[in-house]
Structures are given as structure tokens and as C-alpha cells.
């Protein structure tokens, strides 16, 4: 089995690989499938950090290109993959600033890679990682189910939602077999802070466990879902395995998430800190990433993502304390 990881140099992509190479293979249709032979990291540039031994796998292959190059990404192909994991993109805030980068890479990128597969005319399993901000307006739902109308306040959303779109499309026609992985916010994501207008919801983690103080700004009161890295991976490995006969017509599921407030974030931080000592959060308030974050959904909906056997995290402290584990005591530290 071969596997194509897009924006596999980054944090999830990388996470990504190194479970896909513990588990040796993917049950697709929850059948055993054979044993991995190569995962192809491709991205844009070579990554701040690669995790302990990932690159020295001989399985492991990193190509680094342009995905808005239709040229490379058709370089690509020189193997033939049984499962595409799309997670290149874009992020919001970044989107937000530059339209036109983001519609090249995440819509023209998502349709260059998407007929490359096609061109492979084997029915590859596709994961497109789409994100709860395809979901807005004035008439999105206090609770956002998967069934929600698609209606994004932001060009990182709409860039999502014609993905999903896409996904649907190509699979009914029998391109190849896809499933959109609607995420929430992503915790915690170690390094330093990216252009995604949620960015500082890991930071308000990551930078009081390494003694730095961190900026809050968002009200603490304000919402959002989320979800810890390692239930993210399996999400994304359980969503490829499932059977095409369970999504039936609506390839998107939103990953499982808990559904909580900033100040609930900062206090499970200090629940499991214990002695440690912690940079400070200081509430400091952005218009600009308090709109974006306004538009987006702030609770969800869980019952079909678990009834399809997604995962979801016991708590937020559970959340912190794995993040300790791997990258503050551990040896990604």
C-alpha cells in the first residue's frame, strides 16, 4: 500500500505518517489491507522540526513543490496510491490576507491533486481535511450538525466548502472514493504560532507551559470546538477505513469535538500544570480575529461522527496532559 500525505511536513502530516507507519497499514472497508510500503510527504518547504526518526524510516519519502504547480503536483504520481490525505491548504487568518494566494493553492491545488487522482483510475481512497468554518452566516445553527447549510464567512471557509463539494462530486462519478474530515480547532499544536486566526488557542497552552505569557483575543467566555491532536489522526484514519455504503451521499463528517470556552481552555491548563510555572494569559482583544472566530460555529453536534466510530477526547485536561507527555517532557520536547 502506498499513501500521499499533501502538507505532510507539517505538524498533523507528520503525526499522521508516524501512526499510519505504527499500524503498518490501513483497513480499508474495514477489511485488513497489505502492509505499507511507502508514504510520500509532499509540501512546500522543509519543515522547522521533523518528529524522532520519521525521516529515517526507509519507507518514508519528502517531496517539496508548489501545489498551485499542476507540473508538480503531477510529479507527484510516480507512484500509484491507495489512500490521499489532503491536508495542504492555506489557513484562515492567511486566507483572510490574501485571496488570491488562497484560492490558488487551496481550490486550484485541491483540483490539480483531485484529477491526478483521477488520472490513477483506481478508485483511491481520498481524506480531504475541510474545518468547521465552512459553517456561518445568519443562518447557521447554535448547534452545528453535519447536515447544516454550507455558508462560510471567510475565504478559507469557502475554499473548504467547495472542496467538500468536490469530494462529493468526484465520488459520485466514481473518480476515485472520497470523505471530507470537517475539523475543529486543532489543540495543541506545538512550535510557533501560524497565520490561523485560531492560532491562539494552542498558544494559550503552549506558550504558559514553556514560561511565556500569552495574548487572549477572544472574550473568555467565547466558545469554540475542539479536538487534541492524537484523536484528530485516528479521526482522519478511522473516516478513510469506513466503507463508502456508511457516509452514503454526504462524504463531509465533522470530527467529534468538545465544546468549550476559552476560560474553561485556561483552567484545564492549570488543573493539570500542578507546580509548574506558568506564563500568564493577558486578555487582549483583535476585532480582526474576534469576527472570524464570531463567524464560525461554537458548539457541535457529535452523534453521527461518533455513530461512524470517530474518536473523541475524555476532556480538555486529558487534551494538556498528552500534550506534556509528547512535547514538553517527552522526546519531541
Not at 499522521?16 to 503498518?24: S, T, V
Not at 502492509?35 to 512546500?44: Q, T
Not at 467566555?221 to 473516516?239: C, E, K, T
Not at 456508511?246 to 488543573?271: C, E, F, H, W
Request: aromatic share 8%; proline share 5%.
Amino acid at each position: 500500500m502506498n499513501i500521499l500525505i499533501t502538507g505532510g511536513a507539517g505538524f498533523l502530516g507528520q503525526r499522521l505518517a508516524m501512526e499510519c507507519l505504527q499500524r503498518n497499514c490501513l483497513n480499508l472497508d474495514d477489511k485488513p489491507g497489505p502492509a505499507i510500503e511507502k508514504i510520500v510527504l509532499a509540501d512546500v518547504a522543509e519543515p522547522p522540526f521533523w518528529h524522532s526518526g520519521l525521516r529515517e524510516n526507509n519507507k518514508v519519502d519528502t517531496r517539496f513543490g508548489d501545489i498551485s504547480d499542476q507540473n508538480w503536483v503531477n510529479s507527484l504520481f510516480d507512484h500509484t496510491y491507495d489512500a490521499v490525505f489532503h491536508l495542504a491548504s492555506i489557513v484562515s487568518g492567511h486566507g483572510e490576507q490574501d485571496f488570491d494566494l488562497a484560492l490558488k493553492v487551496n481550490l486550484d491545488g485541491t483540483r490539480y491533486l483531485f484529477e491526478s487522482i483521477r488520472a490513477q483510475d483506481n478508485s483511491a481512497r481520498v481524506v480531504f481535511t475541510s474545518s468547521l468554518a465552512a459553517f456561518g452566516g445568519d443562518s447557521m445553527p447554535a448547534i452545528v450538525a453535519d447536515h447544516a447549510k454550507l455558508t462560510p464567512m471567510t475565504t478559507y471557509g469557502a475554499t473548504k466548502a467547495i472542496g467538500e463539494l468536490l469530494i462529493n462530486d468526484y465520488s459520485r462519478k466514481g473518480f476515485f472514493d472520497g470523505r471530507s474530515a470537517r475539523l475543529p480547532t486543532v489543540i495543541v499544536r506545538p512550535g510557533k504560532p501560524n497565520l490561523a486566526a485560531s492560532s491562539f488557542v494552542s498558544g494559550l497552552f503552549r506558550e504558559p507551559l514553556a514560561g511565556v505569557a500569552c495574548d487572549i483575543p477572544v472574550d473568555p467566555s467565547q466558545m469554540m470546538p475542539v479536538l487534541g491532536y492524537r484523536s484528530i489522526v485516528n479521526g482522519l484514519i478511522r473516516l478513510a477505513e469506513l466503507p463508502a455504503a456508511d457516509l452514503g451521499t454526504d462524504r463531509g463528517v465533522g470530527l467529534p469535538s468538545i465544546n468549550a470556552t476559552v476560560q474553561q481552555m485556561m483552567d484545564a491548563l492549570k488543573n493539570v500544570a500542578g507546580n509548574r510555572h506558568l506564563g500568564e494569559h493577558v486578555i487582549k482583544h483583535d476585532a480582526v480575529i474576534d469576527k472570524i472566530v464570531k463567524g464560525w460555529p461554537e458548539q457541535t453536534n457529535n452523534d453521527r461522527a461518533l455513530s461512524l466510530g470517530l474518536p473523541l477526547d475524555n476532556s480538555l485536561e486529558d487534551i494538556v496532559q498528552y500534550y506534556i507527555d509528547d512535547y514538553v517532557d517527552g522526546s519531541d520536547a
